[in-house]
């Protein structure tokens, strides 16, 4: 086992790394996922630098505030933020964690940041966005896809809150790894710096799969909870979008195993029980739809019609509710 995996395991075990092997982590994105995983990574000792954008003046003044009733408020005052990524130092780890809408335009602040040989993790929706990305990154630079199960968002400029949750499903793009066990050391890698800061990070072998899996979720809610402009127990408790939101999950399940990505048996009623009955909760497509922001439609969406029609199967509820979204994304954003 490699020293840098040594010492965060002994971080995971409750003691301190040395400085020589403690990774540096750059945060791209420091939105509400940015902002939740880079305070928690910061609270078990990493060293975190964040990149702000229109934030950046309240967040250098006042600090990042990471308000949660299940690990506790954090507030990292003074906190390393920049404007420009060419003040950054290079990262040993980048998390990307800005909306796939933006991941062209982030591009060149993401290759400024990582170190050579460095790790980029995608903490994004939708299907495909590493394909996207890949090629806009130095062949030297590992590429990993991480698929957050948390609930929280950004309350105001400079303040998360947690509601429940907060583990990352791992898995290996592309990159320099040495086959496959080389790819499994570095998003094992990964996993130690999560699971150092108290957080589950569940390997996954197969990342395709996983993002399949978290789609189930993503296709129904994101895209009703605009359509109907309500957050997730409405959709929940009338009998017409419950059923709806069962169609979906299932055109999903569909499209997953077409693609073989055939998702576990009885996965899609855990994804039902995850919401069925559970405190009302806003998608962050809905939130972006407020806010009159880009909505995140080809990776949700769009990709997984496309691959869905490739492999000679149509998801016809999907494939309405897109168009739909369309329609509305245009319209809102004139």
Same mark, same amino acid.
């Given at each position: 086992?490699?020293?840098?995996?040594?010492?965060?395991?002994?971080?995971?075990?409750?003691?301190?790394?040395?400085?020589?092997?403690?990774?540096?982590?750059?945060?791209?994105?420091?939105?509400?996922?940015?902002? *939740?995983?880079?305070?928690?990574?910061?609270?078990?000792?990493?060293?975190?630098? *964040?990149?702000?954008?229109?934030?950046?003046?309240?967040?250098?003044?006042?600090?990042?505030?990471?308000?949660?009733?299940? &690990?506790? +408020?954090?507030?990292?005052?003074?906190? $390393?933020? &920049?404007?420009?990524? /060419?003040?950054?130092?290079?990262? +040993?780890?980048?998390? @990307?964690?800005?909306?796939?809408?933006?991941?062209?335009? %982030?591009?060149?602040?993401?290759? $400024?940041?990582? /170190?050579?040989?460095?790790? @980029?993790?995608?903490?994004?929706?939708?299907?495909?966005?590493?394909?996207?990305?890949?090629?806009?990154?130095?062949?030297?630079?590992?590429? %990993?896809?991480?698929?957050?199960?948390?609930?929280? #968002?950004? #309350?105001?400029?400079? @303040?998360?809150? #947690? #509601? =429940?949750?907060?583990? !990352?499903?791992?898995?290996?793009?592309?990159?320099? =790894?040495?086959?496959?066990?080389?790819?499994?050391?570095?998003?094992?890698?990964?996993?130690?710096? *999560?699971?150092?800061?108290?957080?589950?990070?569940?390997?996954?072998? +197969?990342?395709?799969?996983?993002?399949?899996?978290?789609?189930?979720?993503?296709?129904?809610?994101?895209?009703?909870?605009?359509?109907?402009?309500?957050?997730?127990?409405?959709?929940?408790?009338?009998?017409?979008?419950?059923?709806?939101?069962?169609?979906?999950?299932?055109?999903?399940?569909?499209?997953?195993? /077409?693609?073989?990505? =055939?998702?576990?048996?009885?996965?899609?009623?855990?994804?039902?029980?995850?919401?069925?009955?559970?405190?009302? &909760?806003?998608?962050?497509?809905?939130? +972006?739809?407020?806010?009159?922001?880009?909505?995140?439609?080809?990776?949700?969406?769009?990709?997984?019609?496309?691959?869905?029609? =490739? /492999?000679? !199967?149509?998801?016809?509820?999907?494939?309405? %509710? &897109?168009?739909?979204?369309? *329609?509305?994304?245009?319209?809102?954003?004139?």
């Amino acid at each position: 086992m490699s020293a840098r995996i040594d010492a965060l395991a002994d971080t995971a075990a409750g003691a301190t790394p040395t400085e020589g092997a403690r990774p540096r982590i750059g945060v791209i994105g420091a939105g509400a996922i940015g902002g *939740f995983y880079g305070a928690m990574l910061a609270r078990a000792g990493f060293d975190v630098h *964040f990149l702000y954008r229109s934030e950046y003046e309240t967040v250098r003044a006042e600090g990042l505030l990471l308000k949660s009733a299940t &690990y506790g +408020d954090q507030h990292l005052k003074p906190i $390393q933020a &920049y404007r420009d990524a /060419a003040d950054m130092p290079p990262c +040993d780890w980048v998390l @990307v964690a800005a909306k796939t809408t933006a991941n062209a335009s %982030l591009a060149p602040a993401i290759r $400024q940041v990582v /170190a050579p040989g460095g790790r @980029v993790l995608l903490l994004q929706n939708g299907l495909g966005v590493e394909d996207a990305m890949r090629p806009m990154l130095p062949d030297s630079v590992h590429l %990993l896809g991480g698929l957050c199960i948390v609930s929280v #968002h950004r #309350h105001s400029p400079g @303040v998360i809150e #947690h #509601h =429940a949750y907060g583990g !990352v499903n791992l898995g290996y793009h592309s990159g320099p =790894a040495r086959g496959a066990a080389g790819a499994r050391t570095i998003v094992e890698e990964a996993a130690a710096l *999560f699971r150092a800061a108290g957080l589950d990070a569940p390997v996954m072998d +197969d990342l395709a799969q996983a993002r399949w899996q978290k789609l189930v979720m993503n296709v129904p809610f994101n895209g009703l909870s605009v359509l109907i402009d309500s957050g997730t127990q409405a959709l929940m408790t009338q009998p017409s979008t419950r059923t709806l939101v069962r169609e979906l999950m299932e055109e999903v399940a569909a499209g997953a195993a /077409a693609c073989g990505h =055939a998702l576990p048996e009885g996965y899609i009623d855990v994804a039902w029980a995850a919401t069925n009955g559970k405190p009302d &909760y806003m998608p962050s497509m809905l939130l +972006d739809y407020r806010e009159q922001r880009p909505l995140e439609l080809e990776a949700i969406y769009g990709a997984p019609l496309a691959a869905a029609a =490739a /492999a000679g !199967v149509s998801l016809p509820k999907i494939g309405m %509710l &897109y168009q739909s979204l369309c *329609f509305l994304d245009e319209r809102n954003r004139g």
